[in-house]
Each structure stands twice: as structure tokens, then as C-alpha cells.
């Protein structure tokens, strides 16, 4: 059906969709989380 809008997987810690990047890893849709950052998104 549909293949690439789809959501890879879900962040495990934030319970966020993630997408495969070029690289073909897992991230964010928005912005790459830092595990040290101050969280500024909003769930
Ligand atoms: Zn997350």
C-alpha cells in the first residue's frame, strides 16, 4: 500500500514516529534528539 509516509517505527522514549533517514537509520521527523539537549519539543 503506501510505503514511504509510513512511520519506520516509534521512538521508544518519547513514543515519537520515526523515519528512515539516507542513511537508512531511524530518526526523528523533526529534529535528531540529544540525549543530553533540553527536550524543547512539544508532545
Ligand atoms: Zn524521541
Known amino acids: 500500500m503506501h ?3 509510513f ?3 516509534f521512538c521508544d522514549d518519547c513514543g ?3 523515519y ?5 537509520e ?3 521527523a523533526e529534529l535528531p534528539e540529544q540525549s ?3 527536550s524543547q ?3
Open 3 to 5: 510505503g514511504q509516509r
Open 41 to 43: 519539543t512539544l508532545h
Open 7 to 9: 512511520p519506520f517505527e
Open 36 to 38: 543530553n539537549a533540553p
Open 20 to 24: 528512515p533517514n539516507t542513511e537508512g
Open 16 to 18: 515519537a514516529p520515526l
Open 26 to 28: 531511524t530518526v526523528h
